[in-house]
């Protein structure tokens, strides 16, 4: 028999001649030394089991947390869609607002206008407003905002009328320099951004950065004094002239709503 049996049936056999001599109180005793070098074991054993219990009960699986994920994400595309929404309301609110207090205040019989049609290729030109003859709306008409002027009325139609702006070259405008009795004829500039250039200055004017350019108001035009135009970039000399490049005051890219001038105020 190997010696590591041997070893075994020895211990089993001391271990029960040492329990026949117990007596009931003294094996009692060593049970509850038993239970007491256990006892941490058993009851981090407990424990453990129940937190496994808890984790696998709360826990989700990898398809469950796609789902929470996607569902999350499209609520905060959805939010910020509404955010932009209400921001966009808001801008125009305070873009109406503004149109019509210079409605009020202005010296000028105003008819309101919005636009409805422009040729993406060449907005800077031109574009259709939703009034016409049956609102008043003749050709050679003046069409401005509340931040400057925008342009002229060419065709109309009884209830459509297409604006020539003042950034196409066919639009030409008297003007005059802030500050100054500098004068010129401004028109556009065929680039794609729609600018605006002031020529047949006098060629000693030097104008300088941030002047304000205005309708000059010549007799026998259609545009009146003092309507803002732009504001000067660049001033250079020509052989017969001088000329400004003008930053136009009205945003063009983003027009919607417009006035036309249809008369004076009694």
């Known amino acids: 028999m190997p010696r590591s049996r041997i070893f075994i049936v020895g211990a089993l056999i001391g ?4 329990v026949s001599f117990l007596n009931v109180s003294g094996l009692k005793v060593a049970q509850e030394k038993l239970l007491t070098f256990v006892a941490p074991v058993f009851y981090s054993s407990v424990f453990l089991k129940k937190n496994i219990t808890e984790f696998t009960k709360h826990r989700m699986t990898l398809h469950q947390l796609e789902e929470a994920n996607s569902k999350l994400l499209s609520e905060n595309r959805e939010l910020k869609t509404e955010n932009l929404v209400l921001h966009a309301a808001a801008d125009e609110n305070n873009q109406l ?11 000028f019989k105003l008819v309101p206008a919005t636009v409805i049609a422009r040729d993406n290729s060449t907005w800077w030109n031109s574009f259709k407003i939703d009034r ?7 050709p050679d008409m003046v069409i401005i905002t509340e931040c400057g002027l925008v342009g002229k009325t060419s065709v109309v ?8 702006l003042i950034t196409d070259e066919s639009c030409l405008v008297a003007s005059k320099v802030q500050g100054t009795s500098d004068q010129g004829i401004c028109s556009g500039i065929r680039i794609p951004t729609g600018g605006l250039q002031l020529n047949f200055l006098n060629k000693l004017a030097n104008l300088q950065a941030g002047q304000k350019v205005y309708t000059a108001g010549v007799s026998g035009g259609i545009f009146p004094s003092g309507i803002e135009i732009g504001t000067v970039k660049s001033f250079c000399l020509r052989e017969l002239d001088g000329q400004a490049i003008l930053d136009p005051t009205v945003d063009f890219s983003n027009l919607e709503h417009v006035f036309v001038i249809v008369g004076a105020k009694e």
Request: charged share 20%; aromatic share 4%; no cysteine.
């Open 157 to 164: 139609t009884p209830g459509l009328s297409t604006i020539v």
């Open 15 to 18: 271990l029960a001649l040492i």
């Open 97 to 107: 607002r503004n149109a019509l207090n210079y409605r009020e205040k202005s010296a």
């Open 132 to 138: 016409g003859s049956r609102d008043g709306i003749a």
